[in-house]
């Protein structure tokens, strides 16, 4: 069993920036590969980031390639997404997730909300 925590969320600009955090109850990290997903209203679930256990390359939707950032602190047990030049089509709850085994785990969510 994991708990994930998402922080950082927020009201922001277009154009403007928000760093998301992920916790874990426990050291998983390092030994599993962890996404973010984002829903907006009325809209499916959709992959925004992958982070692979180590080495290789993140992976990221078309919709946020060279604007997103995923991150992984193996010290701190966090895993974050850093979102630069936001757009208002950025808005959703944004999830953290990890498969272990058969099992998926998710956060409860952070709001990211983008307008003027």
């Known amino acids: 069993q994991v708990q994930l925590v998402e922080s950082g969320g927020g009201l922001v600009q277009p154009g403007g920036s928000l760093r998301l955090s992920c916790a874990a109850s426990?050291?998983?990290?390092?030994?599993?590969?962890m996404d973010w997903y984002r829903q907006a209203p009325g809209k499916q679930r959709e992959l925004v980031a992958i982070m692979p256990i180590r080495g290789g390359s993140a992976n990221y939707a078309d919709s946020v390639k060279g604007r997103f950032t995923i991150s992984r602190d193996n010290a701190k047990n966090t895993v974050d997404l850093q979102m630069n030049d936001l757009k208002p089509e950025d808005t959703a709850v944004y999830y953290c997730?990890?498969?272990?085994?058969?099992?998926?785990?998710w956060g409860q969510g952070t709001q990211v909300t983008v307008s003027s």
């Open positions: 426990r050291s998983i990290f390092s030994l599993y590969v």
């Open positions: 997730h990890v498969s272990i085994a058969v099992n998926d785990y």
